[in-house]
């Protein structure tokens, strides 16, 4: 047996927490253009490969739509996460 006792590597990978990456500084903007360019590319891709563009079009504007607001929910639970933390700490401090 090889390592230190203190339990295997997996066993100490899941005791870490998920570091969240930082918010960006307009996530509502950036999702809403960088799913607008996936979606574009989607159209493209369907032009391209000489599918039918209505069709394309619609595929687009559905993951868009979707994926916008997925990811739009997503920012403001952090969000709200994150004010109830700092709110949090601050009752806290103030005790």
């Known amino acids: 047996m090889s390592g230190s006792?203190?339990?295997?590597?997996?066993?100490?990978?899941?005791?870490?927490?998920?570091?969240?990456?930082?918010?960006?500084?307009?996530?509502?903007?950036?999702?809403?253009?960088l799913h607008g360019v996936l979606a574009v590319v989607i159209?493209?891709?369907?032009?391209?490969?000489?599918?039918?563009?209505?069709?394309?079009?619609?595929?687009?504007?559905?993951?868009f739509v979707i994926a916008t607001a997925w990811s739009w929910v997503r920012f403001s639970q952090r969000l709200r996460q994150a004010e109830r933390s700092v709110t949090g700490a601050n009752r806290k401090a103030a005790r």
């Not at 159209?43 to 993951?63: D, H, M, P, S």
Request: charged share 20%; hydrophobic share 35%; glycine share 14%.
């Open 43 to 63: 159209v493209g891709v369907t032009l391209l490969t000489g599918g039918n563009a209505v069709t394309g079009a619609l595929v687009a504007l559905a993951y």
């Open 5 to 33: 006792g203190n339990g295997t590597a997996g066993q100490r990978a899941t005791r870490r927490r998920r570091q969240e990456p930082p918010l960006p500084r307009h996530p509502y903007r950036d999702s809403a253009l």
